[in-house]
């Protein structure tokens, strides 16, 4: 089963951070060997310069390994001075993981792949 999850940051340094986990995610051997991690970027608007990181863009290819992605985006988010806030999207529905703890978000993925 083939699922594909995007993450996006909010804020001033939103760019930043989307880079600093995708390097995290692809650092973690682990987790490649369950997904694929690509970043995205949205056109221009109208009057800007280049291409801004928009989301980074799992491909996820097992379930069973939601637990570990979801510990790998806390730890990452422990590393971060102010927690940056990620939205998660899978299939139309968005879950927003802020100060959330891990147990919880994985009740919410689950809760995503049962329902995407």
């Given at each position: 089963?083939?699922?594909?999850?995007?993450?996006?940051?909010s804020g001033d340094?939103?760019?930043?951070?989307?880079?600093?986990?995708?390097?995290?995610?692809?650092?973690?051997?682990d987790s490649l060997?369950?997904?694929?991690?690509?970043?995205?970027s949205k056109d221009p608007e109208p009057g800007e310069m280049g291409d801004t990181l928009d989301l980074i863009?799992?491909?996820?290819?097992?379930a069973l390994q939601w637990p570990a992605f979801v510990?790998?985006?806390s730890q990452w988010r422990g590393t971060r001075r102010h927690r940056p806030q990620v939205?998660?999207?899978?299939?139309?529905?968005?879950?927003?993981?802020?100060e959330a703890e891990s147990e919880f978000v994985v009740q919410i993925l689950k809760a995503l792949e049962d329902h995407g």
């Open positions: 089963m083939v699922r594909t999850v995007n993450l996006r940051m340094f939103a760019e930043q951070e989307l880079r600093s986990l995708h390097d995290w995610l692809m650092k973690d051997l060997d369950y997904m694929e991690v690509r970043l995205r863009a799992l491909v996820v290819t097992s510990a790998s985006l939205t998660i999207e899978h299939g139309g529905t968005t879950v927003v993981v802020s």
